[in-house]
């Protein structure tokens, strides 16, 4: 089978800095996306990770290490709209995604 | 624009009854799901579709069904068998089954909240 754990809560200051891990445990990984979710909202894409590293999209990152079976989202300079549910979910070729429960963030002032 | 619909975005039903969720897309994309979401949960697979007039159980797909008669629609029917429906289902769509640059990016609808009442 295959399973991701990632925090379930997540509390930050407003301008700071905030790391999400994720481990996974699945055959034929492909690759690691996230997924951000407001409240009573659709989730949405935010990146993915095939390879090893960190990836870069504004104020956002994503970082993969394949051989840990470990990645996690980074967000900078967090603003109070940050506040959301952040799912990481496994790419394992040609089969649905496998979503984590997902991690809430809350940005306090 | 492009996107996906689902309706109603507010569902009240007796317990007892059948009732069917509507997703549709414009997007062009093969591959459909519907996911349920409990409050403070993950997203769990109840079926997918990969192509028209095929569709795949997820892992929760006991008291639920599908069907796949055009590309874009895949309507989701909860039945009274499902023991607990009231919930908040969404229903995605990806462009292809295959991975892709962007991990086959699904897109989501807005959901519909389900109350059995």
């Known amino acids: 089978g295959q399973s991701l754990e990632q925090p379930s809560e997540v509390t930050a200051v407003e301008g700071a800095i905030v790391q999400i891990n994720c481990t996974y445990q699945?055959?034929?990984?492909?690759?690691l996306s996230w997924y951000q979710q407001h409240d009573g909202g659709a989730p949405t894409f935010l990146s993915y990770?095939?390879?090893?590293g960190l990836e870069e999209t504004g104020r956002f990152s994503s970082f993969l290490s394949r051989s840990d079976s470990y990645g996690y989202l980074l967000l900078q300079e967090l603003q109070m709209k940050d506040s959301a549910s952040y799912f990481c979910?496994?790419?394992?070729?040609?089969?649905?995604?496998?979503f984590g429960k997902g991690t809430r963030l809350s940005v306090i002032a | 624009d492009g996107g996906i619909t689902q309706s109603p975005k507010y569902l009240f039903r007796k317990e007892g009854q059948n009732v069917t969720l509507s997703c549709e897309q414009n997007?062009?994309?093969?591959?459909m799901y519907w996911y349920r979401q409990d409050p403070g949960q993950g997203l769990r697979l109840i079926y997918y579709s990969q192509i028209v007039n095929d569709f795949q159980k997820g892992d929760i797909a006991e008291g639920y069904s599908v069907s796949r008669e055009k590309k874009e629609s895949f309507p989701l029917t909860v039945t009274s068998a499902q023991k607990n429906p009231t919930a908040f289902y969404l229903c995605?769509?990806?462009?292809?089954?295959?991975?892709?640059?962007?991990?086959?990016?699904?897109?989501f609808g807005p959901g519909t909240r389900l109350t059995v009442l």
């Open positions: 997007l062009n994309h093969d591959a």
């Open positions: 995605a769509s990806s462009i292809e089954r295959q991975a892709t640059r962007r991990g086959n990016e699904q897109f």
């Open positions: 979910a496994v790419m394992r070729g040609n089969t649905p995604l496998v």
């Open positions: 699945t055959s034929g990984f492909y690759g």
């Open positions: 990770n095939a390879l090893d």
